[in-house]
C-alpha cells in the first residue's frame, strides 16, 4: 500500500521557486510528525526538513532560510515551499513520517518520489 503521494516536482531555474506536496494515507494516523528528503543520483536519502504534529519545524543547513515546511491538517497533506533553488537542490524528493525526538529515520517504505530538477 501506497502511504505517500508527492507531487509538485518539475524544472526550475536557479533562483526559481516550487512548491511540493504530500499527501499521506489514512494508514499512516491523523497528522503525524513528517519529513522531507532528497536523493540524487549515487546518493544515499538526505534528510532536508521536517514538521510535527504542533506544526514545528526543522531544516537542514542547506536549505534553512530558503525552504518552508507546512501542513492542511483537512486534508492530511504536508507541503515543502522551495524558494531561491539552487542546481544543487536537483533530487528527486520524498516525504516520509518519523518518530519525534529521533533522528529523522523514516519509517514506512519509500513512495515514489517528485523530481525536482533545477537548471538554466
Known amino acids: 500500500q501506497v502511504q505517500f503521494a508527492e507531487s509538485g516536482g518539475g524544472l526550475v531555474q536557479p533562483g526559481g521557486s516550487l512548491r511540493l506536496s504530500c499527501k499521506l494515507s489514512?494508514?499512516?494516523?491523523?497528522?503525524?510528525?513528517v519529513a522531507w528528503y532528497r536523493q540524487s543520483p549515487g546518493n544515499q536519502h538526505e534528510w532536508v526538513a521536517a514538521i510535527t504534529r504542533i506544526r514545528n519545524t526543522d531544516y537542514a543547513d542547506s536549505v534553512r532560510g530558503r525552504f518552508t515546511a507546512s501542513r492542511d491538517y483537512a486534508t492530511n497533506t504536508v507541503f515543502l515551499q522551495m524558494n531561491s533553488l539552487k542546481p544543487e537542490d536537483t533530487a528527486v524528493y520524498y516525504c516520509?513520517?518519523?518518530?519525534?525526538?529521533?533522528?529523522?529515520?523514516?519509517?514506512?517504505?519509500w513512495g515514489q518520489g517528485t523530481q525536482v530538477t533545477v537548471s538554466s
Open positions: 516520509n513520517t518519523y518518530f519525534v525526538g529521533g533522528d529523522y529515520a523514516p519509517v514506512y517504505p
Open positions: 489514512e494508514a499512516v494516523g491523523d497528522n503525524p510528525a
